[in-house]
């Protein structure tokens, strides 16, 4: 069985221990609160507390996601693989809100909140990776390639991703000195989205198959299928794919080693515009 099998994936415990430690997160400070609410104020007690309550979702995290397997899979297949990432967000917000009425336990509930946001882009990712292995699995490939955008795209959407990185920097810079954490948190947001559009212009391996267009990066891997996509055309730098919603997938000419392979494998799926 190959490494990226979606048998390999999803029964790792990798997955389990990220999820039982992401639960943690979320329930310590919450049983910190309660206890605190009984009367309780020894440092090393609550200290304890925090320990035992984080050690015992994270091991009832990795029980339960061992139990049911697939989980990651049938995440990964819709967009609420996102949304571990988000529910955290309001709770760091509630922790940083209320420093003044709980102490040292909003303080944690923020640094928490932040901590199991992070963990839950770490898990969307995960679950769409395996998603991704479980839908390709046996599926024939057309063609592979690695490719980019093309430079003049590539600078004009430079321009916009410095813009975004500039205002979610200002906007962090001014939460410094003002007493406002809906500042702080658009800073915390629009930074990494900024870098985030950028990247998304460099290099990446590509694969087409009827299952969609594939893109695979060092430690993940993302599956687009053909419905999220109307069209393609062919420009005289680029390949393009397009989609409704989102930014259009291009890929220089010049990255292609067969350009016209490539158009055909897409055409098989796609209209030309």
Do not use: N
Not at 225 to 235: G, H, K, P, V
């Amino acid at each position: 069985m190959s490494p990226s099998s979606p048998a390999s994936r999803s029964s790792d415990s990798l997955w389990g221990v990220l999820v039982g430690t992401y639960l943690g997160l979320l329930a310590t400070p919450l049983a910190l609160l309660a206890v605190v609410r009984l009367g309780v104020e020894s440092a090393g007690l609550l200290y304890g507390v925090s320990l035992a309550a984080l050690t015992a979702v994270l091991g009832l995290g990795w029980w339960a996601t061992a139990r049911w397997d697939g989980t990651a899979v049938r995440l990964g297949a819709t967009r609420l693989r996102w949304l571990p990432a988000a529910l955290p967000v309001p709770y760091a917000v509630g922790g940083f809100a209320s420093l003044s009425a709980t102490g040292v336990v909003g303080l944690l509930a923020f640094f928490f909140g932040l901590g199991a946001t992070v963990l839950g882009l770490v898990l969307g990712v995960m679950a769409r990776t395996r998603y991704t292995d479980a839908v390709l699995d046996g599926v024939d490939i057309a063609c592979a390639f690695h490719a980019g955008w093309p430079a003049a795209a590539r600078r004009r959407l430079g321009v916009v991703a410095g813009a975004v990185v500039v205002v979610g920097g200002a906007c962090f810079v001014g939460s410094l000195f003002t007493d406002g954490s809906l500042l702080q948190l658009a800073g915390q947001l629009l930074f990494p989205v900024g870098f985030v559009l950028y990247t998304s212009t460099e290099k990446r391996e590509y694969t087409v198959s009827p299952a969609g267009l594939e893109q695979r990066m060092p430690v993940a891997r993302r599956l687009s299928r053909w419905d999220a996509f109307e069209s393609y055309s062919r420009t005289a730098d680029a390949l393009v794919l397009h989609r409704p919603c989102r930014l259009d997938a291009r890929f220089a000419l010049s990255d292609l080693d067969d350009p016209d392979a490539v158009e055909a494998a897409v055409a098989r799926h796609l209209p030309a515009a």
